[in-house]
């Protein structure tokens, strides 16, 4: 398939945003071989891209997604709360039949917002059957997916499949460059005994996995990262989440290690997590990265994490974070943490086509001055294309799924089996 994306107001984010209007992006066998004015468009589909912006998709590297049949559960709750709700009652009822679901539900949901990538920290693997159906899932909605396989952390008399885990990595997910992968949700040392931290890790080692792992001064330890260090396990790759409450030299020695914080400003906000970290951080100089967490408090789409970073950040006393910044955390900054930026997050000649058009045409965007502040400050309405390896994935505002109608009626039914009290 040969595609010219014509006449687009471009927003390319590597190394950083810039604007480039009234500019084709080429496309031919999922990637990107041209960007620039008036290319040739000898042979192939032509996509008028006038009053569109154009950008890389966004990368989500922290969402729950079994969790999109609990939509809106928690809405008041902050994060004990939701411990006892969604961890405590509701997780161990979830089938693998409702994760099929949910995870299909998830990656549709992304794509209709412009996200092409995210990091499903699947802490919900029950038994093989649960495996099979995240990866089912999100394969069936044709997003792009790291699926961090987990154990269930609130099942604790469940034993750790660790066999399990070397079945999907050699049977299902063996490849790092495929459209769906693998990493490991490990145990950290802030939540968990320093044992089991490192049978994690054993594990990551063994089996080739990134590991993305929850942090903060937690009851087992107060500087986790520092722990980590001392035993050897601070290793390149790794994607930190949260980490609101740690100090300084901490987030410090993430960068300094080779890591990525992955900051999901919504949920922290909203569940009083911490304090907004991405000033500091930005200040620090530690890779930064974007996700949404989860859809039981707030919504699942991009813009509203990207605000929430804006609106934080600005009161967080460590000075303006620039939109730039928040759209490049939100795209290049959450691929590099992924260990994809060889492949996605930017328009760059040879990447994988993973593309999202904006219209600009709408009253909620017409008379716009700077594309970058129009994007940070979109909603999910005005995605009018998605393209993920070059294959639509949305097209004209509407999601491309032959059977999107029995998705949405399987997750309605799902949901109905969950309620909160």
Not at 4 to 19: A, K, M, Q
Not at 38 to 67: C, K, N
Not at 320 to 328: E, G, Q, T
Request: glycine letters at 10%; proline letters at 5%.
């Amino acid at each position: 398939m040969k595609l010219l994306i014509r006449h687009g107001c471009v927003i390319n984010t590597e190394p950083h945003p810039t604007v480039h209007r009234n500019t084709d992006v080429l496309i031919e066998d999922g990637r990107i071989v041209a960007v620039g004015p008036d290319l040739d468009a000898t042979g192939a589909e032509v996509l008028d891209a006038t009053d569109r912006i154009v950008l890389p998709g966004f990368v989500d590297t922290h969402r729950h997604g079994w969790q999109s049949i609990l939509r809106a559960v928690a809405m008041d709750v902050d994060i004990m709360g939701y411990m006892e709700l969604v961890n405590g009652r509701f997780a161990n009822q979830v089938g693998a039949a409702d994760l099929a679901v949910a995870a299909e539900l998830t990656g549709l949901e992304c794509l209709d917002a412009g996200i092409t990538t995210l990091q499903d920290y699947a802490h919900i693997m029950h038994s093989p059957a649960h495996a099979d159906a995240v990866i089912g899932g999100l394969t069936a909605a044709g997003v792009r997916a790291a699926v961090a396989y987990g154990r269930p952390v609130f099942a604790t008399d469940e034993p750790w499949r660790h066999d399990d885990a070397r079945r999907v990595r050699e049977q299902l997910l063996p490849s790092d460059d495929a459209l769906v992968t693998m990493m490991l949700a490990a145990m950290g040392p802030s939540y968990h005994p320093m044992p089991a931290v490192k049978e994690d890790w054993a594990l990551a080692e063994e089996l080739g996995l990134r590991i993305a792992v929850h942090v903060g001064a937690g009851p087992e330890s107060s500087t986790p990262i520092a722990a980590l260090h001392a035993e050897g396990l601070a290793r390149p790759g790794t994607v930190y989440v949260h980490g609101n409450s740690l100090p300084d030299d901490e987030l410090t020695m993430i960068a300094d290690t080779g890591g990525a914080l992955s900051i999901t400003p919504a949920i922290e906000a909203r569940m009083d997590v911490g304090g907004p970290t991405l000033g500091r951080v930005r200040r620090l100089g530690v890779p930064a990265a974007l996700g949404v967490d989860v859809v039981t408090s707030t919504p699942g789409d991009m813009f509203s994490v990207m605000r929430a970073a804006l609106m934080s950040t600005d009161a967080s006393g460590e000075g303006r974070v620039p939109a730039a910044d928040i759209l490049h955390a939100a795209t290049m900054g959450g691929a590099a943490a992924l260990g994809m930026a060889d492949r996605i997050g930017s328009l760059r000649v040879g990447k994988q086509a993973d593309i999202v058009l904006l219209r600009t045409d709408t009253v909620s965007t017409v008379g716009g001055h700077d594309p970058v502040g129009i994007v940070v400050n979109a909603h999910p309405g005005v995605v009018d294309t998605v393209l993920v390896a070059g294959e639509f994935a949305k097209r004209d505002g509407k999601l491309v799924h032959s059977g999107l109608k029995d998705v949405l009626d399987a997750g309605r039914e799902a949901a109905t089996r969950f309620s909160a009290p």
